[in-house]
Nanobody
Framework: QVQLVESGGGLVQAGGSLRLSCAAS????????MGWFRQAPGAERELVAA????????YYSASVKGRFTISRDNTKNTVYLQINSLKPEDTAVYYC?????????????????????WGQGTQVTVSS
């Protein structure tokens, strides 16, 4: 079992920044590939960023590339999502997710079905 707790969401004006954190427990963090998803009202959940177990490999969706940065600190069991230049369309509930079965230390999990554990979500609201 992996427990995930997100924090850092909130209400911010367009153009602003937020830093989301996700603290993991229950398993050695370096054995887990991590991802950040978001879900807006009426929309499907989408992967916006992911990192490999090592942190050496990262992925960003086209809609956030250049504005979002995912990072992880394996000594603190935490993954971060730095969100800059926020837009109203970034408004969503953001979830971190854990894939504990990725064998390759540097590979990315791209599919939501690969993630076995999810946090409770943190709301990000961007006003125009």
């Amino acid at each position: 079992q992996v427990q995930l707790v997100e924090s850092g969401g909130g209400l911010v004006q367009a153009g602003g920044s937020l830093r989301l954190s996700c603290a993991a427990s229950g398993r050695t963090f370096s054995t887990i590939a991590m991802g950040w998803f978001r879900q807006a009202p009426g929309a499907e959940r989408e992967l916006v960023a992911a990192t490999s177990r090592s942190g050496a490999s990262t992925y960003y969706s086209a809609s956030v590339k250049g504005r979002f940065t995912i990072s992880r600190d394996n000594t603190k069991n935490t993954v971060y999502l730095q969100i800059n230049s926020l837009k109203p369309e970034d408004t969503a509930v953001y979830y971190c997710a854990a894939d504990p079965d990725r064998i390759n230390f540097n590979s990315i999990s791209y599919d939501a079905t690969q993630y076995d554990f999810w946090g409770q979500g943190t709301q990000v609201t961007v006003s125009s």
